[in-house]
C-alpha cells in the first residue's frame, strides 16, 4: 500500500486547543485513523493511505472551525468527530455548533453537541410533544429546560410547568422536615439546578413568585388544564401508566410538553409497569408526537460516563441474550421430554 502524505494548515494560535493537553488529542487521532501526524510550524503533516490523510483532513477542517468560533475542544468533540468520519454520516460538528438555543447566565451558548442532541432539539420546535430517551449525561433535561426558558422569554408560552414522580432512587428516606414545599424539593433539585444555571436564581425567583414557573411533583397535576405552557416531565420511566395517562390528558391549547426517560434507571417497585414503556407503544403512530432515541454517542459529561453507559448496555444485552437462549432451552429440554 503506497504512503501519502498531506499539509493541514492550523494556525499556531489555535494549535494548543486542537492539539490538546500534552497531544492527547493527536495522539488519539493517529491511533483511530492510522496516520502518523509530524508539526512543523503551522502546518501538520499527515502521512498514511490515501484515504486516511482524507480523513485527517476534514477532521482538522472541523476542529479548526470549531476553534475558530470559540469551542474549547474536548475529548467528547474530538470523538465524535471521529465518530462521525467512521460512520460515514455527512454532517459536521461545525453544522450542530451553529444552533444555538440560548446563554446561561454567564453568557455560555446552549447547544446541541451530537447530532442526536440536534434532532431532540430540532422535534421540540417542530411537535407539540416530544419524548427524550437516553441514558444519564445526554442533556435530555438541560436541552429541554432551555427550549422552555427560551419560549418563555420570546413568549410563546406564558408559563413554564416543570415535573416528576416523587419517588426515591433505590433507598428509603424516611419523612423529610419542613413545610410541603422543603418535603418536595430534593426530588425536583435537577430541574432546580438547570434553571438556576441558565436563568439565574433572581429571575427565577421572581417568576416563581408570580406563578410564571412552577415547580411541582407529577400528583399536583390531577385535575388541571394546561394551556398556554412550556411543560417538562422529567424521569417518566417513574410513572405508573396512570399517571402518565393523566398528565398527556392535562395538556391544553398552545401547550408544548417535553418528556424525558431512562428506561434502564427505573426505581418502580419490583414487577411494576412503567408508564413510560406504555405510552411509546400506544402512541408510537402518531405524527404529531416525536420520539428521540439518545444514545451512550450522545454522552456529553466526562467521556469516562460515555464507557460506563457503554459497558451496561452491553452487559445488559448479554444477559438477556443468555436468559433468551436458557429459556428456549429449557422449552425444547421439556418438549423432547413430553415425546417420551
Known amino acids: 500500500m503506497s504512503m501519502n502524505e498531506v499539509l493541514i494548515e492550523i494556525p499556531s494560535e489555535y494549535m494548543g486547543n486542537i492539539f490538546g493537553q500534552f497531544d492527547v488529542h493527536l495522539k488519539k487521532i493517529e491511533k483511530t485513523l492510522g496516520v502518523t501526524l509530524v508539526v512543523r510550524d503551522d502546518h501538520l503533516k499527515a502521512i498514511g493511505s ?47 455548533d451553529r444552533d444555538i438555543i440560548c446563554h446561561t447566565i454567564n453568557g455560555k451558548p446552549v447547544k446541541p453537541k451530537t447530532m442526536g442532541q440536534k434532532e431532540y432539539v430540532d422535534a421540540i420546535r417542530k411537535k407539540m410533544i416530544v419524548f427524550g430517551l437516553g441514558p444519564a449525561g445526554t442533556g435530555k433535561t438541560y436541552l429541554a429546560m432551555a427550549m422552555a426558558i427560551t419560549a418563555f422569554k420570546n413568549e410563546e408560552v406564558s408559563r413554564i410547568i416543570l415535573t416528576r414522580p416523587a419517588i426515591e432512587a433505590g433507598e428509603k428516606l424516611g419523612f423529610l ?26 429571575s427565577f425567583q421572581r417568576n416563581m413568585e408570580k406563578n410564571l414557573i412552577e415547580v411541582a411533583p407529577l400528583a399536583y397535576m390531577r385535575g388541571r388544564t394546561l394551556d398556554n405552557a412550556f411543560i417538562i416531565l422529567d424521569e417518566a420511566q ?36 412503567s408508564g413510560l414503556d406504555i405510552a411509546l407503544r400506544v ?22 460516563v460515555q464507557k460506563i453507559v457503554q459497558a451496561y448496555d452491553d452487559y445488559e444485552k448479554k444477559t438477556i441474550k443468555s436468559e433468551t437462549k436458557k429459556s428456549g432451552d429449557a422449552g425444547e429440554k421439556k418438549k423432547r421430554g413430553g415425546k417420551r
Open 177 to 202: 422536615p419542613g413545610d410541603l414545599q422543603s418535603k418536595v424539593d430534593p426530588y425536583l433539585r435537577p430541574l432546580y439546578d438547570a434553571l438556576y444555571q441558565i436563568m439565574g436564581a433572581d
Open 238 to 273: 417513574n410513572t405508573t401508566p396512570a399517571q402518565m395517562k393523566m398528565f398527556l390528558t392535562r395538556i391544553g391549547f398552545g401547550s408544548k410538553v417535553v418528556i424525558t426517560g431512562d428506561a434502564t434507571q427505573k426505581d418502580l417497585a419490583p414487577g411494576a409497569t
Open 283 to 304: 402512541l408510537a403512530k402518531i405524527d404529531d408526537i416525536g420520539i428521540c432515541r439518545l444514545t451512550s454517542q450522545d454522552v456529553v459529561r466526562h467521556p469516562l
Open 50 to 96: 490515501e484515504h486516511s490523510c482524507k480523513d485527517a483532513q476534514e477532521l482538522f477542517a472541523q476542529l479548526l472551525a470549531l476553534a475558530k468560533r470559540g469551542n474549547e475542544i474536548t475529548e467528547q468533540n474530538v470523538n465524535y468527530a471521529l465518530s462521525l468520519l467512521m460512520e460515514h454520516r455527512g454532517t459536521s460538528l461545525v453544522e450542530i
